[in-house]
T-cell receptor, first 110, second 120 residues
Framework: SQKIEQNSEALNIQEGKTATLTCNYT??????LQWYRQDPGRGPVFLLL?????KEKRKERLKVTFDTTLKQSLFHITASQPADSATYLC?????????FGSGTRLQVQP | GAVVSQHPSRVICKSGTSVKIECRSL??????MFWYRQFPKKSLMLMAT?????????EQGVEKDKFLINHASLTLSTLTVTSAHPEDSSFYIC????????????????FGPGTRLTVL
């Protein structure tokens, strides 16, 4: 069956460092993959979309890579700030809608 | 642009009552809206796909008689939790598709802020 895996353990890093989050998937061949940010008690907010023919995509301090051979996406936040603390979800196109991973909680310490 | 609102943001009700949650696309028309539920520290689980003017498509395991969905206009979908029980307590989130290239596409999806339902 289709499966999306994100590291369920929280990631704690120091302010200014680069945070790297991982999203692995099996039994999918998605045309694209998306990353969202979710704050407690709020809906997800779209961050980036990367298509299967794109290896890397950047937006300000964010960078996403997409390796369709490894079936993995990496999400990087450079020069991290305490305001970046949130849960980050990866999502793949499903049969009718997006299918989400369970998310990784990022905590940036000042 | 592309703002989706939900109302109410939080609701507490007694067991056995029905609760209606509204999802509105404020500045665009959405022919398709999705309803998700999320348990603490868990992923968003798709409940149903709501298409304007037609019956909703429910995911396997979701009771359509319990979770009534109405998509009466291009900017409004409602989810009614009927005869709510404590196990229905959850965070309900809707999302709406914009139209890209003349057709709905899952790569332009905007989420509402969510509704926290607590059933006592």
């Amino acid at each position: 069956s289709q499966k999306i895996e994100q590291n369920s353990e929280a990631l704690n890093i120091q302010e200014g460092k680069t945070a790297t989050l991982t999203c692995n998937y099996t039994n999918y061949s998605p045309a694209y993959l998306q990353w969202y940010r979710q704050d407690p008690g709020r809906g997800p907010v779209f961050l980036l979309l990367i298509r299967e023919n794109e290896k890397e995509k950047r937006k300000e301090r964010l960078k996403v890579t997409f390796d369709t051979t490894l079936k993995q996406s990496l999400f990087h936040i450079t020069a991290s700030q305490p305001a970046d603390s949130a849960t980050y979800l990866c999502a793949l196109e499903g049969r009718r809608a997006l299918t989400f991973g369970s998310g990784t909680r990022l905590q940036v310490q000042p | 642009g592309a703002v989706v609102s939900q109302h109410p943001s939080r609701v507490i009700c007694k067991s056995g009552t029905s609760v209606k949650i509204e999802c509105r696309s404020l500045d665009f028309q959405a022919t398709t809206m999705f309803w998700y539920r999320q348990f603490p520290k868990k992923s968003l689980m798709l409940m149903a796909t709501s298409n304007e003017g037609s019956k909703a498509t429910y995911e396997q395991g979701v009771e359509k008689d319990k979770f009534l969905i109405n998509h009466a206009s291009l900017t409004l979908s409602t989810l009614t939790v009927t005869s709510a029980h404590p196990e229905d307590s959850s965070f309900y989130i809707c999302s709406a598709l914009t139209v890209a290239g003349g057709r709905p596409s899952t790569d332009t999806q905007y989420f509402g802020p969510g509704t926290r339902l607590t059933v006592l």
